[in-house]
Every structure is written in structure tokens, then in C-alpha cells.
């Protein structure tokens, strides 16, 4: 690096944005970072669009390799497994992994982004600043126009390098569309989303499992709930968005109050302010982002949900994410400051597995609200821990391919479809693991897997 570094301009300093300006800063690069929002760490920002975040591998890993692993993990509660919840109260505990080791981490959205921006901040040369809207990007000159929320003023951000971390609306992108040869996708779901509350028992302790994801699957929508810190369970209620059920069909406190007691009625016990937090917080949407290309030459790029926004049914999109960080960061190792040899082989290396994690998170949907209670769904689950028990270097389960590894998801997916086929035909004829026929299994496995490790690795 020369003596002078150079400057970097960040748009957005979300989680992805946060974390990119650690991974440049440990480079060497002055990063400028303007925010839309207020700074969440002197100003209260309203509440209510906060699903909690589930921290696996992909974003452990880029953490640990910027030295933020330690400080990010004080925040984060482990959860074992998934708890359904029936409607009659009965409890299934459902493990995500083959023991213990294999958990997903519970972490506050807000409560991550302001440690993230205060461990940004330790590093000399990044720079944030709060109140700054972006309003888009003149590409030909590289200026990026920007408007002070408070004052009104209008200004504009220059630097040789821009990356754009601003959303799944992100303006940057927004402009780059403008582009002959730039597409974006926007697909929404027909379903909603609404953040609700669980409080804690008088003395701070949860009043759920601590250490599981809690769902009350509904075959057409469901509500689930994560834990935090202090007692309390984020909840998130997906549903319809018109019909009935849907958010159209909820129109006063007694349509909620009738719907979960009839629905979810053990949650329903334990939210004394359901109905005020159902219609003081906002509705919000769930919809899926795809765009090609990302970056113009070595002007600008896009990163994390401002090029890929997926629906949080994985529990993969800031894990997504900071990936991308990690390989951005792993191409300028390569690449040096040839930024658009930089930004092209990160597109690359990304497309591909952003489009699969979209495509995964949407059919996870499906298999949260409808399949997660259904008994062959259970035994296919059963059955695909103890096949990796038994053929570990063949036979991985697909959530924990995406979950507790760094499987690129492109590799992920398109195992995933071959073991389904798998699992399917081995539990035809079976209620029981004792039912299945494991010699038969090894046979299917190794005419239709490659090792594991042949297939997985140096893909990043």
C-alpha cells in the first residue's frame, strides 16, 4: 500500500457495511461510510422491522477473520434446535445438527449493528457519517449525490472506488439499472411480515426454552420466535398478506385476539401487549432481489443485499452477506487494487451461490409452516443424521451444509436435490429409523455422491 491510502467511499453502514469497512481498514484503505439512518447508537430509532438474526458458520467466519468474533459472540444466545409448537400446546424438539457443536446463534439485529459500528469506528481511517440519504450515483463521473436528512443540503461523495452497501432498495443499484445491460429483479412474496414480543418472567429469565428457535408452523403462515439477552423473544408473524387468514382480515383487537387464540394460543398467554404491538408496529414485506451485474468496471460495486436480497427463511442473509465480504476481501488479496479484476471475479464467485440461497430460503418457507409437524418429513430429518453419521464423508444434510459449513451454496443446492432423492426412496416404506435400510443406503450413496471434499473444495 502506498504511503497515501487510498479512499474508499462505503454507502451504507448496516451489518454488511460495518463489517466490510473492518475488513478494508485492516488493509490499509481510508473508508468514508454515509448512513440514510440516524446513528442507533445516540438516537432511538423506531422499533418493529427487527427480525432476530440467526449467526451460523459463514458469519462467524468472516468475523473471526477480522478479529471480531469474541465481542459479536457476548451477544448471541445458542439455539439447538427448532421447538414446534401445536396448536393443542404439544412441544417437538427438532436438533439442527448431528450433536451439540452444530447450533445457530439468536443475535439482535440493533444490538449487532451498534457493537459492529463501535468495533468499525476502533479502526483509524474509517470514518461514519449518519443523516446522509443516498439519492443515487452519476456513473460517468463516479459522483455518488447524497442529502442530509436533517438539513437538506445536498452533496456528493467521490472516490476512485465505491461499494455499495445499501439494501435491498439500494440506490447505487437503482442507477446502475439505468445501464444498458444491468437488470435487477424485485419478487415479493404474497406474504407479510410483523415483529411482536414475549416479555421475560419478573426475574429476567425466558419464559420459553432458552436454546431452541420456536415455531408455530400453520401450513399457510406461522409465527416464530428467537431469544434475547434479557428474557425476551423477538417474534415475527408470517402471513398472508390479503384473505382470510391474512393481515387484511385483522382489522381490530379483537380480529388479532380471536386469531391467536385460536391459532396460537400458548404464545398468546405469554404477549400481554400482543394487541398493541400488532398495530403499532409496521407490516413489512418479503421479497427476493436479483441483479446482474454487479459492479461497473472499477467504479462501483454492489454487496449483500443491495445486489441479492433473500427472504429470512434460512437464516442466511447476513451470513450471506458477510460472505461476501470474506471472498471481496480474499479478491483484493489476489488482485491487489485492480478493481475491476477485483469486482468481477467476486461477482463471479458470488452469482451463483447468492441465486442458490435465494431459492433455498424460499422453499424453506414452504417447509417451515408445512412440512416441520408432518412425521415422513421428521424421519427424512432422522434418517439424514444418521446417514452422516455413518458416510461422513459422502452425506451431509443440506441444512447443515448451509448452516454449519462454508459449502458454497451453488454445491449445496444441487447436493441437497440428490440426497433428497435419497432420503425419499429410503423412507417409502419406513415409520421408523429402524425401518430403513442403511446397506441399501451406502449402495445409493456412493453410485449417486461424490466425497464431499472432492466436490466442495477450494470453490472460494
Avoid at 14 to 36: I, T
Amino acid at each position: 500500500m502506498n504511503d497515501t491510502p487510498q479512499r474508499i467511499l462505503l454507502v451504507g453502514a448496516g451489518l454488511a457495511g460495518s463489517l466490510l469497512s473492518v475488513y478494508l481498514a485492516k488493509r490499509g484503505f481510508r473508508v468514508d461510510v454515509r448512513e440514510r439512518r440516524p446513528d442507533m447508537r445516540r438516537e432511538t430509532i423506531s422499533a418493529g422491522r427487527s427480525i432476530n438474526l440467526a449467526l451460523s458458520t459463514r458469519g462467524i467466519h468472516a468475523l473471526s477473520e477480522v478479529g471480531l468474533r469474541d465481542d459479536i459472540m457476548q451477544l448471541a444466545i445458542p439455539m439447538r434446535g427448532r421447538m414446534m409448537h401445536a396448536v393443542d400446546g404439544e412441544l417437538t424438539f427438532q436438533p439442527y445438527g448431528k450433536d451439540d457443536s452444530e447450533v445457530i446463534y439468536s443475535v439482535s439485529r440493533g444490538e449487532l449493528n451498534m457493537r459492529m459500528m463501535d468495533l468499525a469506528e476502533r479502526h483509524e481511517g474509517v470514518t461514519m457519517t449518519f443523516h446522509q440519504r443516498c439519492d443515487g450515483m452519476d456513473l460517468a463521473r463516479g459522483l455518488v449525490q447524497f442529502t442530509d436528512e436533517v438539513t437538506g443540503e445536498a452533496s456528493t461523495g467521490q472516490a476512485a472506488t465505491v461499494i455499495a452497501s445499501d439494501g435491498a432498495g439500494s440506490p447505487i443499484r437503482r442507477s446502475m439499472e439505468k445501464l444498458d445491460g444491468f437488470a435487477a429483479t424485485v419478487d415479493y412474496l404474497p406474504h407479510d411480515y410483523k415483529e411482536l414480543h414475549i416479555p421475560p418472567n419478573p426475574d429476567g429469565s425466558h419464559r420459553l426454552e432458552k436454546h431452541a428457535l420456536h415455531i408455530w408452523p400453520r401450513r399457510s403462515f406461522m409465527l416464530i420466535a428467537l431469544p434475547n439477552l434479557d428474557g425476551s423473544f423477538t417474534c415475527t408473524l408470517f402471513l398472508a398478506r390479503e384473505g382470510s387468514p391474512g393481515f387484511s382480515s385483522l382489522q381490530t383487537p379483537a380480529d388479532v385476539e380471536r386469531f391467536f387464540a385460536n391459532e396460537f394460543p400458548d404464545a398468546k398467554a405469554l404477549m400481554p401487549t400482543l394487541t398493541e404491538d400488532f398495530f403499532q408496529n409496521p407490516t413489512g414485506p418479503l421479497g427476493t432481489v436479483r441483479s446482474y451485474p454487479w459492479h461497473v468496471g472499477g467504479t462501483v460495486a454492489l454487496l449483500g443485499d443491495a445486489a441479492h436480497a433473500i427472504v429470512p427463511f434460512y437464516g442466511q442473509g447476513m451470513n450471506c452477506a458477510f460472505e461476501d465480504c470474506t471472498v471481496l476481501n480474499a479478491c483484493i488479496e489476489e488482485f491487489g487494487t485492480a478493481w475491476d479484476r477485483v469486482f468481477h471475479a467476486y461477482q463471479e464467485r458470488r452469482k451463483a451461490n447468492a441465486d442458490a440461497i435465494a431459492d433455498l430460503a424460499l422453499h424453506n418457507f414452504i417447509e417451515m409452516r408445512d412440512r416441520v409437524a408432518d412425521a415422513r418429513f421428521l424421519l427424512m430429518k432422522e434418517v439424514g443424521l444418521a446417514l452422516e453419521t455413518r458416510f461422513p464423508a459422502h452425506f451431509i444434510p443440506l441444512y447443515s451444509m448451509v448452516t454449519f459449513h462454508r459449502t458454497p451454496y451453488a454445491v449445496a443446492l444441487q447436493r441437497g436435490k440428490v440426497q433428497q432423492g435419497i432420503l425419499e426412496e429410503l423412507t417409502e416404506d419406513a415409520s421408523t429409523l429402524g425401518d430403513v435400510d442403511f446397506d441399501r443406503a451406502g449402495t445409493l450413496i456412493r453410485e449417486r455422491l461424490r466425497p464431499y471434499a472432492e466436490e466442495a473444495a477450494g470453490l472460494y
